[in-house]
């Protein structure tokens, strides 16, 4: 029996380069992974389906390898075995809902695409091409993520070339007239460039250079000031004097990254401080799993490292407002960005560590999923780095 690899080849290819286009961190190309669906759908044997879409995530998450390697300060393998691994939930997924039978099938992708976007598969649920709601539909809220469900649904059905043109007329339309989410009124987003000694070096002289920092904006007009993820290193009551005693006569709130740590793992936190006070404004939902979430450690005798709060704490007040902090790897995912809208939030607060990611597209395509959250709901959004 002869074999036809023509079709197959090509449809892998595409999906290489629209995993590749799409998450470049450019957000305005985000829609390009709507190809995926139609290159999923279009495959005609279970195993085309499975190399098309392991070529879609393999090289949207390209960066990961060399982001890894750099963490652990190990050679690649370790990397490339943790991507492996990220995608099989991905792969799986879209290997078991995909059907041999002729004929449309918008049910099965939509399935796929709900279980990729919540708890358990949605942990690495990555590159979902309903990020690009955003793109295509800004301002739009809950009603364009209807019309991005039913978009998706027309991708993978006959009528996908009319859908296709549509919604491609949709994004050359939102693109003309693009504009980045507005930055809230007195607020200050801080990016640094501290590497990773970021949340390492604890020692005085580092707090009296984020303290100066801090002020220097303050007397600039801004009175709400992010700061990373990790920046204050651990969360103790002696960083909490030094900072309340520091910003004592400004009237200023710090929203800062730290971590909480007690006998079973840490916690990581945004807080967040003032003259008159301090608290946890926030804890992580869903650390970054394999290097800081471990949950399968406790079997061994360990401990589970950064805890993972799924579902809590998705809007938090800052002063007379109500705030969405999303951490780093958040900022990849479908549900902590969704949930936390459901709670009507005025402002969106991304933050992140990516000195690991140096080479790497991934803090270009945080800040570009996150950018598309917010021009969707029509949110302000606040940027805070280390690199």
């Known amino acids: 029996m002869r074999h036809n690899w023509g079709c197959p080849t090509l449809l892998t290819?595409?999906?290489?380069?629209?995993?590749?286009?799409?998450?470049?961190?450019?957000?305005?190309?985000?829609?390009?992974?709507?190809?995926?669906?139609?290159?999923?759908?279009?495959?005609?044997?279970?195993?085309?389906?499975?190399?098309?879409?392991?070529?879609?995530?393999?090289?949207?998450?390209?960066?990961?390898?060399?982001?890894?390697?750099?963490?652990?300060?190990?050679?690649i393998w370790r990397g490339l075995l943790l991507w492996l691994a990220a995608s099989?939930?991905?792969?799986?997924?879209?290997?078991?809902?995909?059907?041999k039978e002729t004929g449309p099938h918008p049910g099965r992708y939509l399935l796929a695409a709900i279980l990729m976007a919540v708890p358990p598969f949605g942990i690495t649920g990555w590159a979902h091409p309903i990020t690009a709601a955003g793109v295509l539909f800004p301002g739009w809220g809950w009603l364009g993520l209807a019309a991005m469900t039913a978009g998706l649904a027309g991708l993978v059905s006959r009528l996908w070339p009319a859908v296709a043109i549509g919604l491609t007329g949709c994004w050359l339309w939102s693109a003309a007239f693009w504009t980045d989410p507005k930055l809230p009124e007195a607020w200050r987003g801080v990016d640094l460039?501290?590497?990773?000694?970021?949340?390492?070096?604890?020692?005085?002289?580092?707090?009296?250079?984020?303290?100066?920092?801090?002020?220097?904006?303050?007397?600039?007009?801004?009175?709400?000031?992010?700061?990373?993820?990790?920046?204050?290193?651990?969360?103790?009551?002696?960083?909490?004097?030094?900072?309340?005693r520091a910003l004592a006569g400004h009237d200023v709130t710090v929203l800062a990254g730290a971590a909480v740590v007690d006998a079973v793992g840490y916690d990581n936190v945004v807080v967040a401080i003032s003259a008159g006070g301090s608290r946890i404004l926030y804890r992580e939902r869903m650390p970054v799993p394999g290097s800081m979430w471990q949950p399968w450690e406790p079997l061994f005798g360990g401990n589970a490292g950064a805890k993972a709060h799924v579902f809590a704490n998705p809007v938090a007040a800052v002063g007379s407002g109500r705030v969405v902090v999303l951490i780093c790897y958040e900022?990849?995912?479908?549900?902590?960005?969704?949930?936390?809208?459901?709670?009507?939030?005025?402002?969106?607060?991304?933050?992140g560590n990516g000195w690991w990611t140096k080479g790497t597209s991934i803090v270009a395509i945080q800040r570009a999923s996150t950018a598309a959250w917010a021009k969707l709901f029509s949110k302000p959004l606040v940027f805070s780095f280390n690199t």
């Open 13 to 75: 290819i595409a999906s290489v380069g629209v995993g590749t286009v799409a998450w470049s961190g450019q957000v305005l190309l985000l829609p390009l992974a709507l190809g995926f669906p139609v290159l999923w759908s279009l495959s005609k044997t279970r195993l085309t389906a499975t190399v098309v879409s392991a070529a879609y995530f393999l090289s949207a998450s390209r960066g990961l390898p060399q982001g890894v390697a750099t963490f652990y300060a190990a050679d």
């Open 88 to 99: 099989a939930s991905f792969v799986a997924v879209h290997t078991l809902l995909w059907a």
């Open 193 to 244: 460039e501290f590497g990773a000694s970021l949340g390492r070096d604890t020692s005085m002289a580092r707090h009296r250079d984020l303290i100066t920092t801090v002020t220097g904006r303050a007397s600039g007009g801004s009175r709400i000031i992010v700061l990373p993820e990790s920046a204050l290193g651990f969360w103790t009551s002696t960083v909490e004097r030094l900072w309340k």
């Open 331 to 351: 900022q990849l995912l479908v549900w902590p960005a969704l949930q936390s809208m459901l709670g009507d939030p005025d402002v969106i607060v991304a933050v």
